[in-house]
């Protein structure tokens, strides 16, 4: 006869201090390099709803060697036009549950740490100055996690509204070692730029592609709809393209999918997913000259990675409230 299991339920507030940006990098790093050697992972599954609107999305992943496996699932819209995000992670051999994370302030975290690892794996390693697209939450995740993987020495950031724009260089001068400027368009946030990141939920293009110079790199990470493309056809062709899961391509790469209706590449466009680029099973940069695009949409893989790293750090630390499961055995019983 088996007993209850139980699992630590972990409030948004007791995780949101809990890791430093480049302890996320190193977290999501080791979930890709295991992606990359074949751990399980599938691209998220969104279902939309008309009435209300909104939209209930989900993904899993398993990660053998970290010991840990889950989902993040998210409602945004409906009713209270805000989101939720839930995060439940197993331990990968047992089954058994460890952890129930309340994900909402981890998000920019981990996703910002999935884009650090995308920069260091195909940007130039003398990249010095760093160009970002936006100014919320993300981009501030982005930006954070990336200053841990390259030296930057300036940093410009555009967005449409120059107070939010304004806003977010002072706060990003105070944290980081870098010059942060607002400037007033996207043309010249990416001209000298040596990586540019685009966070964003635009639907059209927030810069000209003719305009990247060579040997830029490019993170993506806000689109994850096939009608929306932060990227236009020109970057997509003129690039090395890096998705972080080659099968999510096909259901909610806008930007490619883009590329692909415009006719400019085809789907052997796609060069290797990132994890296989972490761990070397395809090579990444391969010139100085070489335009480079990781395409972050979001995956389990980095959700899964950092949430582990907080339920690991989260019970060292005495944080966190017990909750009981009853294992199939004893409560599956029809009764």
């Not at 981890?106 to 794996?121: E, F, R, S, W």
């Not at 390693?125 to 501030?140: F, K, N, P, T, Y």
């Not at 990336?146 to 002072?170: I, K, L, M, N, Q």
């Amino acid at each position: 006869m088996t007993s209850d299991a139980t699992a630590l339920f972990l409030r948004s507030d007791e995780v949101s201090d809990l890791a430093e940006p480049a302890e996320y990098v190193d977290a999501v790093r080791a979930g890709y390099r295991e992606r990359g050697e074949g751990a399980p992972a599938t691209p998220r599954t969104t279902l939309f709803s008309d009435d209300p609107a909104g939209m209930l999305t989900g993904y899993l992943a398993i990660l053998p060697e970290t010991g840990a496996m889950g989902g993040y699932t998210y409602a945004a819209g409906f009713g209270e036009r805000d989101a939720h995000f839930s995060l439940p992670i197993f331990d990968s051999q047992s089954g058994a549950p460890l952890a129930v994370l309340d994900g909402a302030s981890m998000n920019p975290h981990k996703t910002g740490a999935a884009g650090a690892v995308g920069v260091d794996a195909l940007a130039r390693r003398d990249a010095s100055d760093l160009a970002v697209i936006g100014s919320g939450a993300q981009a501030r995740g982005q930006v954070r996690a990336t200053a841990t993987v390259r030296s930057f020495d300036r940093v410009e950031v555009y967005s449409p509204t120059a107070e939010h724009r304004e806003a977010f260089a002072a706060e990003m001068n105070d944290a980081l070692d870098a010059t942060v400027a607002a400037v007033a368009s996207s043309a010249a946030a990416i001209e000298g730029a040596d990586v540019v990141i685009t966070a964003t939920d635009a639907s059209e293009p927030v810069f000209d592609g003719d305009l990247l110079e060579d040997g830029t790199h490019v993170t993506a990470m806000g689109q994850y709809h096939p009608e929306k493309h932060e990227l236009d056809a020109t970057t997509i062709e003129r690039a090395k393209y890096v998705p972080d899961l080659r099968e999510r391509v096909a259901n909610d790469a806008g930007s490619f999918l883009n590329a692909l209706d415009e006719g400019v590449v085809d789907e052997d466009h796609v060069h290797a997913e990132l994890g296989d680029v972490v761990a070397g099973t395809a090579p990444g940069r391969e010139s100085p000259d070489e335009i480079t695009v990781f395409d972050s949409g979001g995956t389990a893989i980095e959700t899964v990675a950092a949430g582990y790293m907080l339920y690991e750090r989260a019970k060292s630390e005495g944080r966190g409230e017990e909750i009981e499961f009853a294992p199939a055995s004893e409560a599956l019983t029809g009764r």
